[in-house]
């Protein structure tokens, strides 16, 4: 069973920049599409990004950007360290959360809708990030 570990929140400046990471232990994350999703205090999670399985035939899926994030943030994966990643630039005060990668074998990242918690099983513990001066 794949579990997910998740690093790199903090403490930024508005403007500034971090790259969370969302490492698996237990196989690999290449057959496995990907969802991020952040939880502000007293809200619900919410999905802003999702990513096709790396594997995935060319015209298969795609990658979502809420308009929220879009430009801003940006996913990637290393398939050699079974990671993937989100790097968050220009951050604003809005943007803190509780930041969550999650994984599923099936789910389809169609590009145009935003993932919903109940749509993947695999969670990473969630990792911290404020944007304050």
């Known amino acids: 069973q794949v579990r997910l570990v998740e690093s790199g929140g903090g403490l930024v400046q508005p403007g500034g920049s971090l790259t969370l990471s969302c490492a698996a232990s237990?196989?690999?994350?290449?057959?496995?599409?990907i969802g991020w999703f952040r939880q502000a205090a007293g809200k619900e999670r919410e999905g802003f990004l999702c990513t096709k399985p790396s594997d995935a035939l060319p015209h298969y899926g795609g990658t979502y950007y809420a308009d929220s994030v879009k430009g801003r943030f940006t996913a990637f994966r290393d398939n050699a360290k079974s990671t993937v990643y989100l790097r968050m630039n220009s951050l604003k005060p809005e943007d803190t959360a509780k930041y969550f990668c999650?994984?599923?074998?099936?789910?389809?990242?169609?590009?145009?809708?935003?993932?919903?918690?109940?749509?993947?099983?695999?969670w990473g513990q969630g990792t911290q990030v404020t944007v304050s001066s």
């Open positions: 999650a994984a599923d074998l099936i789910y389809y990242c169609s590009g145009d809708q935003s993932p919903k918690t109940h749509e993947f099983e695999i």
């Open positions: 237990g196989g690999t994350l290449d057959s496995y599409a």
